[in-house]
């Protein structure tokens, strides 16, 4: 009875595609449209959806089998580093507060890329692309979820750490990488993956993840480099996947280029200015540093940035409109971050500090062009202040950017003793910009960036205080209601290193472990 | 006997974040499961979705169920990420061994011709069925609220895509790419499928995450998976001299166990908050239930003849028992 001859074997590339391809089919007791109602209206046309690549052609049991093994080996380094208190190594903790803005800032972003990613790979057509975004979708559960597992003991012992999903909704310096995470949520399945697979993992993760995980290894911090590495080949995949989406559009209609382009435009400069954050933080927040900044910038942003717009000129795409001031930046932006985090760290949820002398050294030697002479007397200053007992607190409220929500601290490109201003005006109301690049932003789609919450307007209009506080009564002090809507601690989390019960902590915990 | 290492003990200033000592009854030490929940952010949402402006980016009121406290909805199995993945491999080592036995056991060749090709035409076409279930709980995950339940519906929806690769390693396995052609076809044309298609596309236009949630992972998978795996495969072929395609397919049900477990407590969940709940959930159930029973009627008709309205019937009524204990009236 056995007439079934010897099956021919079939091809990595064949088995995937009986894998994925042809599970979906066109619908017919529903109409397409209704079925699929978010692919058209962003104005890209797509021909054959059979057309993406799918760069790693993974099937479910492959994927377990590698993602298992990876998080045996992940948690059992978490766990070793809990029991043996771990923190005990590292250089100094004062690289906690990289890690703080990490968990406050980065893990919430994962969060968002889980259910960014559920939706997209839901609502795209095409089996392979869908497939690859509902496998990020579960890759960015995963670093959410890893995350917080090996931030977990920081918690334990260290301020700052232990209300970052909160903080993240309400804090004035979060709604930054919020703001920018929601914009491309609430965008169209196809500017979301050009926004994040393409501008944000594959232009610009070597600032963003590579500097926290390479500051982690630096620094002594097993746990948060163990995650690191872990999650490289996840990154890979993603970057891979932004490429090819970019490409995809590209190839598929040449109507679509002006689309994708403006895309570029505005996510690159969003990005860029989320990584003020992280410029700052290689700057000054790292013991032992990796590079500057601006050594960063120039071989990932204009080095390789460059190359790959250059390759993408043949789909007739050019570099980002804001590549220019980005690259004019590179000087400037860590250092007038810093100092207006310094200023204002009674209301932040992490520590900052004057850099020592050899410190400041460093940064002389790293911007011969911009540190001595802008930015270190300011510095100096501070430090002074600071020994007399008086340090500098900025008690007003800074004008945000209604796009990128920064504080309006950045200079004119070319000038960097002027702070650059722009405004629009839209159905009567006046807004304000740091930029060119955030105010066309803005231009292009207002009706969308009205919609900004913004934490100074909020805490003006009685927004940021808990239901019951009474801002009309004898005493009010609105920092401290402010700070208690935050969940902030005061004089735990806020406020300046030197006088911290991290630090107290820190160097009475190492002194007995080092001694006897 | 017991040896005792010394170690430096530091008291720790807190145990867990503060999200999540209040989602737990206060400051003490959490399991890896307990800090994975109210991961999702929740207020001052700034821009809403294009795709969406009647809500915010997360909101509760796309769905008529309402609830105070959304990470509640706690999963029995307690997976995060990590424990989840690692089930899986376990489970799909599990799968490798019995295909490499049913092949080198010859159990192949000795499956009688009429037990692999109605194994085949049963359970080849369910590809898609497990592809369009892909697609309604990454749904769910997208826009259901919490990260305590929209968590595991991606974890079920990668599930479904993984159902769907094992069907079509079986059908490869039985036979060749062709037999995928001939089930897809099934699936598109022959009025066997039609209903149970018909089901599927009038789920994707549902737009409240938990009444897909019902429609699909509680009604349709609650009667497909005992029909199919149990009445079908596990009673029917196995006597038969199927016992190839009971091992081949064994993870279904395992898998199907340990859900409802999940499923049960959500709707449990659900439906003490409140009696609208209770009410509205009891609708959409027994409304889906009848529709998956007339939509699943050919199919059964098609795999267990003359038994097919007895073995549906037995399906229905142990759903209906499940919904009663999770406090549903059906």
Redesign the interface.
Known sequence: ??TRVE?KK?SLRERYH???R????E????PTE??F??TA?EGIKIHDWDKWEDPFRL???AY??Y???K??K??AVIDAFA???GFLSLTDARYLNAIKIFIQGVT?LE??A???F??A???FRG?GLR?AC??Q??DE??H???E??SI?VY?????G??????W???VWYL?VP??FF??A?????FEFLTAISFSFEYVLTNLLFVPFMSGAAYNGDLSTVTFGFSAQSDESRHMTLGIECIKFMLEQDPDNVPIVQRWIDKWFWRGYRVLTLVGMMMDYMLPKRVMSWREAWEIYGEQNGGALFQDLGRYGIREPAGFRDACDGKDHISHQAWLTFYTYDPVAAFHTWVPSDAELDWLSAKYPESFDRYYRPRLLYLREQQAAGTPVANKNLPLLCNVCQIPMFFTEPGDPRRICYRESVYEGERYHFCSDHCKSIFDHEPE??V???LPVH?IYQGNCFKPGTDPTAPGFDPIKAVLDYY?INNGRDNLWYDNSEDRRNFEA?TAE?RGN | MSIDLKTREIKPLRHTYTHVARLIGGDKPATRYQETLGAQPAANFHYRPTWDPEHDLFDPSRSKIRMDQWDDLRDPRQFYYATWTMARARQFEAVESNFAFVESHGMLAALPEKIREEALVVLTPLRHVAWGDNMNNSQICATAYGAAFTAPAMLYAMDQLGIAQLLTRFALTLGDAAELERGRDAWLRDPTWQPLRRLLEDSFVITDPLELFVVQDVALDGLLYPLIYEGFVQDKLVPAGGAAVGLLTAFMSEWHEETVRWIDVVLRKLASFSSENATTLSGWAEASIARAKEALAPVAARALGEKAPAVLGDAAESLQRRLAKAGLSV
């Open positions: 009875m056995d099956k079939l009986l894998m994925t042809g599970l979906g089919w619908p017919t007791y529903q209704k079925v109602p978010f209206y099937t479910m049991d377990w089998k993602q298992g093994e998080e045996k992940l948690y029991q043996n208190n919430p969060y968002y889980h259910r960014g559920a939706f790979g839901r609502h089996e497939v509902q496998m979708s579960l559960l995963r959410t979820q890893t917080l597992h977990s918690n334990k012992f260290f301020n750490f232990h209300n970052p999903l909160h993240f909704d309400r709604s919020k703001s929601e914009d949520n609430s965008s169209g399945p969308k960036y919609q900004s919450w909020q969940e915990w472990a």
